[in-house]
């Protein structure tokens, strides 16, 4: 947390300064510090340049304070970087704060009398100021929307405390002015079309891949959560030269899961040690009140995983996750054809966004108001409206990804390989024929092909192993669950 307040129940937390604000971070969290000809640079978290695997985040900040003397030039610096990170910069008398492509290490912001409090956990601003629901988050909680599917995909830069905002990815916030800026996408997307071309942008995208992976494993212990999607696969093949030196766990409810019996198979067959790790009901009841009372907004289902890998993941390894690639994968329009007009009407009938429909006018404003800004810049420069929501506020991206990552710190460190901006232009680069499920996600097969050809030999996503009869009796548990909780108001 930056403040200018002294926290006394932070004092044993690591220290530093900035902008002539106290810093307090909490022990396991990477601090970096440069000060160079007045101006200040202070890094929370790490970030990696696949150009440059080798160089570790001393390197990279100081050669961003040599370089860059200005906001404009420190946002061209980090296209290219890798990492979950939270930067704030300041330049004679003007500061700014600016996280990472995905927005995965979130900068929470609330202003008092003109002074600033940033924070990446909404909690620590229990510390210095007074810390208030919106009766919005009860309405939400309450809703037929996160009964049934409580994924966290709510308004961008929204939050549902009273004077705390959020910073959207691809934002900066220009500290002083107390303003947000859009500073991404800001160049031209040219769509490929030729097969020497697409080759060129898969082969890159590959390169980049292996690249940021040989950088994370030659930096600390790293474990690898696999499961039966393309997403995995695709990261999994590009780790192959560090395989042997990964921990492989699989987090499971049933062995009948195919996100079970298919990693199990796969790993087991290519030689490599793995780890099931099944969720615990004795743990989650033992854990689950420290787990929501220390993380905001918790979610259920990550609550189960995370309580039931108390004591049994490895301390101090960095989890890869093959997540954020749904906007790779057009997630929103999965037959290729983008509409014109992406206002709020056209986005609160999409599932994802089904909660705009039970939300306040105060929510539904905002949400119109995002959209219309990032409809113009995404026509501008030629990006599709859509892969860009479903980057910034979509179901397996932007904040659901950030608030997944955000409930298990206590635990591990997250890499996601794909938040990346430049890897981001070199897959939306292609046509999307190439890039939907109808296709079998061609791009992500030849990227496998490329790495590991006998990762292909296993299907995606199979069925489970369970019986007709047990598949009904899911469903109606689930049922009845969703009916008792909208009975008594949970």
Same mark, same amino acid.
């Given at each position: 947390?930056?403040?200018?307040?002294?926290?006394?129940?932070? @004092?044993?937390?690591?220290?530093?300064?900035?902008?002539? *604000?106290?810093?307090? /971070?909490?022990?396991?969290?990477?601090?970096?510090?440069?000060?160079?000809?007045?101006?200040?640079?202070?890094?929370?978290?790490?970030?990696?340049?696949?150009?440059?695997?080798?160089?570790?985040?001393?390197?990279?900040?100081?050669?961003?304070?040599?370089?860059?003397?200005?906001?404009?030039?420190?946002?061209?610096?980090?296209?290219?970087?890798?990492?979950?990170?939270?930067?704030?910069?300041?330049?004679?008398? !003007? /500061?700014?704060?600016?996280? %990472?492509?995905?927005?995965?290490?979130?900068?929470?912001?609330?202003?008092?009398?003109?002074?600033?409090?940033?924070?990446? +956990?909404?909690?620590?601003?229990?510390?210095?100021?007074?810390?208030?629901? !919106?009766?919005?988050?009860?309405?939400?909680?309450?809703?037929?929307?996160?009964?049934?599917?409580?994924?966290?995909?709510?308004?961008?830069?929204?939050?549902?405390?009273?004077?705390?905002?959020?910073?959207?990815?691809?934002?900066?916030?220009?500290?002083?002015? @107390?303003?947000?800026?859009?500073?991404?996408?800001?160049?031209?997307?040219?769509?490929? @079309?030729?097969?020497?071309?697409?080759?060129?942008?898969?082969?890159?995208?590959?390169?980049?891949?292996?690249?940021?992976?040989?950088?994370?494993?030659?930096?600390?212990?790293?474990?690898?959560?696999?499961? &039966?999607? #393309?997403?995995?696969? *695709? =990261?999994?093949?590009?780790?192959?030269?560090?395989?042997?030196?990964?921990?492989?766990?699989?987090?499971?409810?049933?062995?009948?899961?195919?996100?079970?019996?298919?990693?199990?198979?796969?790993?087991?067959?290519?030689?490599?040690?793995?780890?099931?790790?099944?969720?615990?009901?004795?743990?989650?009841?033992?854990?689950?009140?420290?787990?929501?009372?220390?993380?905001? *907004?918790?979610?259920?289902?990550?609550?189960?995983?995370?309580?039931?890998?108390?004591?049994? #993941?490895?301390?101090?390894?960095? +989890?890869?996750?093959?997540?954020? &690639?749904?906007?790779?994968?057009? @997630?929103?329009?999965? %037959?290729? +054809?983008?509409?014109?007009?992406?206002?709020? +009407?056209?986005?609160?009938?999409?599932?994802?966004?089904?909660?705009?429909?039970?939300? &306040?006018?105060?929510?539904?404003?905002?949400?119109?108001?995002?959209?219309?800004?990032?409809?113009?810049?995404?026509?501008?420069?030629? #990006?599709?409206?859509?892969?860009?929501?479903? $980057?910034?506020?979509?179901?397996?991206?932007?904040?659901?990804?950030?608030?997944?990552?955000?409930?298990?710190?206590?635990?591990?460190?997250?890499?996601?390989?794909?938040?990346?901006?430049?890897?981001?232009?070199?897959?939306?680069?292609?046509?999307?024929?190439?890039?939907?499920?109808?296709?079998? =996600?061609?791009? #992500?097969?030849?990227?496998?092909?490329?790495? $590991?050809?006998?990762?292909?030999?296993?299907?995606?996503?199979?069925?489970?192993?369970? &019986?007709?009869?047990?598949?009904? *009796?899911?469903?109606?548990?689930? /049922?009845?669950?969703?009916?008792?909780?909208?009975?008594?108001?949970?």
């Amino acid at each position: 947390m930056i403040t200018a307040k002294n926290v006394p129940e932070l @004092e044993s937390w690591q220290r530093e300064t900035f902008n002539g *604000m106290n810093v307090y /971070a909490e022990q396991s969290l990477q601090v970096f510090k440069k000060d160079l000809n007045g101006n200040e640079f202070l890094l929370l978290g790490y970030w990696i340049n696949p150009h440059c695997p080798d160089k570790d985040n001393s390197a990279i900040l100081n050669e961003l304070a040599n370089s860059c003397d200005g906001i404009d030039k420190v946002l061209e610096f980090i296209y290219c970087l890798s990492g979950r990170f939270a930067l704030f910069c300041r330049f004679g008398d !003007k /500061a700014y704060g600016v996280s %990472d492509a995905g927005g995965f290490r979130p900068i929470f912001y609330n202003y008092d009398s003109g002074k600033v409090n940033l924070t990446s +956990n909404i909690y620590l601003l229990r510390y210095v100021m007074d810390l208030k629901e !919106k009766p919005e988050k009860s309405k939400f909680e309450h809703s037929d929307f996160y009964r049934w599917s409580p994924t966290f995909g709510w308004c961008p830069g929204y939050t549902f405390y009273q004077n705390v905002d959020s910073l959207i990815a691809n934002h900066y916030l220009n500290i002083n002015e @107390e303003t947000t800026v859009r500073f991404y996408p800001n160049r031209q997307l040219n769509q490929i @079309e030729t097969v020497n071309d697409i080759n060129k942008n898969i082969s890159k995208i590959s390169e980049l891949l292996k690249n940021s992976i040989s950088a994370i494993v030659g930096r600390c212990p790293v474990s690898f959560s696999l499961t &039966s999607g #393309y997403d995995s696969r *695709m =990261i999994l093949s590009t780790v192959r030269e560090y395989a042997d030196k990964m921990y492989f766990w699989i987090f499971y409810y049933s062995d009948k899961q195919s996100d079970y019996y298919l990693p199990n198979q796969i790993l087991s067959n290519e030689g490599y040690k793995r780890f099931p790790i099944k969720f615990s009901k004795k743990k989650y009841r033992k854990y689950k009140d420290f787990y929501f009372q220390n993380t905001p *907004m918790a979610h259920d289902m990550w609550a189960k995983l995370n309580c039931s890998l108390i004591d049994e #993941y490895p301390q101090d390894f960095v +989890n890869i996750r093959g997540a954020a &690639s749904e906007v790779l994968k057009c @997630e929103q329009f999965q %037959d290729g +054809n983008h509409p014109d007009n992406v206002d709020i +009407n056209y986005v609160r009938k999409l599932s994802n966004f089904y909660y705009l429909n039970e939300s &306040s006018d105060d929510v539904v404003e905002q949400m119109a108001v995002y959209l219309t800004q990032l409809q113009d810049i995404c026509n501008k420069y030629e #990006y599709k409206t859509l892969d860009i929501l479903q $980057w910034e506020a979509g179901n397996s991206c932007g904040q659901w990804q950030a608030q997944s990552e955000l409930e298990s710190d206590f635990l591990y460190d997250v890499f996601v390989p794909l938040s990346n901006r430049e890897l981001w232009d070199l897959f939306l680069a292609i046509p999307y024929k190439y890039r939907i499920r109808e296709n079998n =996600i061609e791009v #992500y097969q030849r990227i496998i092909k490329s790495n $590991w050809p006998e990762l292909l030999s296993y299907p995606f996503n199979p069925p489970s192993k369970y &019986s007709k009869l047990e598949l009904k *009796m899911q469903y109606y548990k689930e /049922a009845a669950k969703f009916k008792l909780r909208k009975m008594f108001g949970r």
